[in-house]
């Protein structure tokens, strides 16, 4: 196992990129730390309970990749002031403004990623979407921190091939492109683009 984490944390820096691994994956502390250790930039967690048993095992890095309701704002909130430094997710704009409205009134900049459909199996807006600017646009004007873009190919699941894997992590990579640059020539900072399914 510490082989395959740090073979896979050499190829990811050899790229010049970060690995944030997913939780779900292992859900197994010590390899979620054996990833920290082996210069993991964070750890994705489907939940926030996951968020907050990261956070008191030592990682404040967290990201929840589940687009957030409204109602689940308060313990985001209560991990954030605790020092955690979540980052959160949402795909409409309504939810963003939920988030603006909230974290306004809690003097909070929540840390915001935005998520991409490129498989139209999962959540997400579309690249073409007319509402994916305007979400950049309510965080970013009502001063939240838009972190990026994001994307997980839930199709990945259903392919059996390296060549189908291939193809679709490509796809993944020009549709959640495109997502940040369509809000860059919009004149909005998009800084990151996230991509990656387990298989």
Same mark, same amino acid.
């Given at each position: 196992m510490q082989r395959n984490i740090?073979?896979?944390q050499h190829r990811i820096n050899e790229l010049g990129v970060r690995l944030r691994p997913h939780v779900k994956t292992s859900k197994c502390l010590p390899v979620i730390q054996a990833q920290i250790a082996a210069d993991a930039s964070? $750890?994705? $967690? !489907?939940t926030l309970k996951e968020a907050e048993h990261c956070f008191a095992e030592g990682i404040n890095d967290v990201f929840y990749a589940v687009a957030i309701a409204p109602g689940k704002l308060d313990q985001a909130l209560k991990l954030r002031r605790n020092g955690c430094r979540l980052s959160i997710l949402t795909d !409409?704009? $309504? @939810? @963003?403004? @939920?988030?603006? %409205?909230?974290g306004q009134r809690h003097d909070e900049n929540f840390d $915001?990623?935005?998520?991409?459909?490129c498989d139209g199996h999962r959540s997400g807006l579309t690249i073409d979407d007319p509402s994916l600017v305007e979400v950049a646009r309510t965080l970013i004007e009502g001063g939240m921190h838009l972190r990026g873009v994001m994307?997980? %190919?839930g199709s990945s699941y259903d392919l059996d091939t390296p060549e189908a894997l291939q193809a679709l @992590?490509?796809?993944?990579?020009r549709l959640c492109v495109s997502a940040a640059e369509r809000i860059r020539q919009a004149g909005l900072p998009c800084a990151e683009v996230s991509i990656g399914s387990p298989p």
């Open positions: 740090q073979r896979m964070g $750890v994705t $967690v !489907s !409409s704009v $309504v @939810a @963003a403004q @939920a988030i603006v %409205a909230f $915001v990623w935005i998520e991409i459909d994307t997980h %190919a @992590a490509e796809q993944e990579r």
